[in-house]
Structure formats: structure tokens, C-alpha cells
């Protein structure tokens, strides 16, 4: 089966903000889930939308394929390297605060065009009704 892997590393957003969004999107196909990051108004569909974005368009010059026929394999959000600083607290004490960034991981194999849901097959159904 063939893969196209993209890995986007030290992304300045915490993994917890990122991972909400995740099981959404892994149920749809690439395009779809493009589509719906597009409109989402917080910074961390931004961001996913930037990194799926870029995952296409790897897979379209790797696989030569169109974005239909491409499929989630892997879709992760790892934790990266911690920023560690601190703030003045009461009496002088330092407070410890840790800036978390992320990892981005997507892998896109190619389908066989089962049963995804492709845009085709969503504009059939919409001209049905």
C-alpha cells in the first residue's frame, strides 16, 4: 500500500488544544476535513489546516493522485519540547510555567476508493434531495 508521510515538528500550541479536533476529522477523508478546518474560527483549526493542507499536496506529488482518492493512515498530535520559564511569585519565589509545543503527524495512504466519503459522492446526495 502505498504512503505519503508528513511530519510537522515544534508547533507553538499545546497537544491537548490540538487534540480536540482530531477525532472529528479522522472519520472524514482529507478533502472533507479540509473543508471543515477551513471555516473553524480558533487558532488550532488554523493550524491543522495548515498541516493537512501540506499533507495533500505532498501525497498528490508523491502518489500522483487526486485528494479524493487519499484516505487518513495515521493522524497524531505528539508532545514536543517543553519551554520551561518563570514568573515572580509571592515573597520573591519563582513560578514555574511550561510553554508546550506539539507534533504533528499525518500519514495518507491511497484508497481503492471503497467506502469513504468522497466530495463526488457528497454532491450526489445533496443533488438527490
Same mark, same amino acid.
Given at each position: 500500500m502505498e504512503k505519503s508521510k508528513t511530519y510537522l515538528k515544534n508547533i507553538a500550541m499545546s497537544p491537548k488544544k490540538l %487534540?480536540?479536533?482530531i477525532e472529528? =476529522? !479522522? !472519520?472524514? *477523508?482529507? +478533502?472533507i476535513a479540509l473543508d471543515h478546518l477551513f471555516y473553524g474560527k480558533q487558532k488550532a483549526t488554523k493550524i491543522l489546516y495548515q498541516a493537512l493542507k501540506s499533507a495533500i499536496s @505532498? +501525497? !498528490?506529488q508523491s502518489l500522483k493522485v487526486e485528494d479524493d482518492l487519499l484516505k487518513f493512515g495515521v493522524f497524531t498530535i505528539e508532545e514536543g519540547r517543553k519551554?520551561? %520559564?518563570?514568573?515572580p511569585g509571592g515573597r520573591g519565589t519563582p513560578k514555574? =510555567?511550561? !510553554? %508546550? %509545543? *506539539?507534533h504533528i503527524k499525518i500519514v495518507l495512504i491511497k *484508497?481503492? @476508493?471503497?467506502k469513504s466519503m468522497t466530495k463526488s459522492k457528497l454532491q450526489i446526495k445533496k443533488t438527490s434531495k
Open positions: %487534540r480536540f479536533y472529528s =476529522i !479522522k !472519520k472524514m *477523508s482529507p +478533502a @505532498n +501525497a !498528490k519551554l520551561k %520559564r518563570y514568573r514555574p =510555567i511550561v !510553554k %508546550r %509545543r *506539539s *484508497s481503492e @476508493n471503497d
